[in-house]
């Protein structure tokens, strides 16, 4: 089978920047029509310029994933634009601020439970809802991390929220599995984004540091991590659901 999606929709949140306009693009090359969701609307139009110079087709919808009313019109613009959804990325998160537990800030808890956790289970809530009045196959994909499966020091939330997600991804593949609803998770390692590039700068001892935690001894691509959750979206994976895909050089083996 093949991981093209020629003809398919394909949401992705947190797609302004980094991981999730790697993913945009991506799903664009694939074949995919994509709806670039991003609460920064020049990143958010970025991708999009992006994919439609290079030939694709993609709408931008501004998105605050921790709003039940914003993340139902996402899905509700999404059908208008292009009748249907055949999967999602639902890949919007943050990492908050570094420090232990004891010295952490409510606020701080809030705005990472909200964005990460919540924000993908209100984009599960109104991705299933609209899958199921479609009433076929179709796939998502959650954005977990290495922090998912170990605890991660200096943040708590964070974790909390990355092993949150993999319980909410084997939760909604067990509920729509009848209907066909494929639902999968990416626990990815340290990737080279723009937020490592400020602290690698103040601390080089910290990227030395890093790599030495990853077996294959470097940092992951933007685009590696596009890739899996591709190919986690097409019929090349249809029969996988409920898995936690390690995207992490080795991390997780060790």
């Not at 998160?93 to 409510?106: N, R, T, W, Y």
């Not at 959650?142 to 997600?165: D, E, F, M, R, W």
């Amino acid at each position: 089978m093949e991981t093209t999606l020629i003809n398919r929709v394909a949401l992705v949140t947190g797609a302004g920047s980094g991981i999730g306009q790697a993913a945009a693009l991506a799903f664009a090359r694939a074949g995919a029509r994509v709806v670039v969701a991003d609460i920064n609307p020049a990143g958010g139009e970025e991708t999009v310029r992006q994919i439609t110079t290079a030939g694709g087709e993609a709408l931008f919808v501004p998105t605050d994933v921790t709003q039940a009313g914003a993340v139902a019109a996402l899905i509700q613009q999404t059908v208008a634009a292009y009748g249907r959804l055949d999967c999602a990325f639902n890949n919007a998160g943050i990492g908050g601020d570094a420090m232990p537990l004891a010295e952490g800030s409510e606020a701080n808890w809030d705005n990472v439970i909200n964005t990460n956790l919540k924000g993908v289970w209100l984009g599960m809530k109104y991705e299933n809802q609209q899958f199921l009045a479609q009433g076929d196959g179709v796939a998502i994909v959650n954005c977990s991390s290495v922090g998912g499966q170990v605890g991660v020091l200096g943040y708590g939330p964070y974790a909390a929220t990355k092993h949150g997600i993999l319980g909410l991804t084997k939760t909604a593949a067990l509920e729509y599995a009848a209907a066909r609803i494929r639902v999968n998770t990416v626990c990815l390692g340290p990737i080279n984004t723009p937020p490592y590039e400020p602290l690698f700068r103040a601390h080089p001892e910290f990227r030395t540091a890093l790599l030495a935690q990853v077996p294959l001894g470097r940092l992951g691509e933007p685009a590696e991590a596009a890739a899996a959750a591709i190919w986690l979206c097409s019929d090349a994976a249809s029969f996988i659901t409920g898995a936690a895909l390690p995207v992490d050089g080795g991390w997780l083996a060790q």
